[in-house]
Each structure stands twice: as structure tokens, then as C-alpha cells.
């Protein structure tokens, strides 16, 4: 994310869920933090924790994942999902350093995966 003030939100976040994943009060940060990514003019981010916060608010998690490995004939596939915490603070790092391409593209894989899981 561009600001500095964003980042910090966002290492708040991951310090919250390296404690507890609670649900109401990570979803409330998400939805604070879009607003930051609304001030940035990225719609990606918003759209992502948007996402993120809704499906949190409707399923009480955050399980699942979308990394990816390959095996020895160069087929992907996902990897074991993670907790809810450790799924989460994953985008939260993506989103933290949003203007890596690679980065970026995980986030969109994230969003179409949510948008699938909600819609």
C-alpha cells in the first residue's frame, strides 16, 4: 500500500492474528484498511479486502489458500491450506508490498477465488 500510515494498520493486523483470528475485529480492519486503499485509488486492494472481510463476516474464517507448488512433472497445485491466521496475514503481506507484479497477480488469484466463494 502507498502510505505509510497503511502499512503500519496492516502490521497492527498481523500482530492481532499472530495472537488471535477474531473474526468481528479483523473484519472491521479489513474494511479500515480498504478505505485506505480507496484513498490510493487502487481497485484491486479495495475489491480484495472487501472480499475478504465479507467472506470472513459470512463463513467465520479465512481457510483457504491460493499458493501454489510445482511437482517434478510441472503441474501446479495448491498447497495444504494454512490456518485462518496464517491465510490471512499471507495477503496482508501481498497487499503490504501491492506494487510488486508478482505480488499483484496473487492478489487477483485471491480475488477471483473470493468472488467465486461468495457469489
Known amino acids: 500500500m502507498q502510505q505509510e500510515k497503511s502499512n503500519e494498520k496492516i502490521d497492527k493486523l498481523i500482530a492481532q492474528l499472530e495472537k488471535k483470528f477474531e473474526p468481528e475485529k479483523v473484519s472491521k480492519a479489513l474494511m479500515d484498511l480498504r478505505e485506505d486503499a480507496l484513498a490510493d485509488e487502487d481497485p484491486l486492494l479495495a475489491k480484495v479486502l472487501r472480499l475478504s472481510s465479507e467472506y470472513i463476516t459470512e463463513e467465520g474464517c479465512f481457510d483457504h489458500t491460493v499458493e501454489k507448488e510445482e511437482d517434478e512433472e510441472g503441474e501446479e ?5 494454512g490456518t485462518d491466521a496464517e491465510n490471512l496475514i499471507y495477503l496482508l503481506l501481498l ?5 510488486n507484479k508478482f505480488n499483484r497477480e496473487e492478489i487477483k488469484e485471491m480475488r477471483t477465488f473470493l468472488k467465486l466463494k461468495l457469489y
Open 77 to 81: 497445485h495448491l498447497l495444504e491450506p
Open 95 to 99: 497487499i503490504k508490498k501491492a506494487e
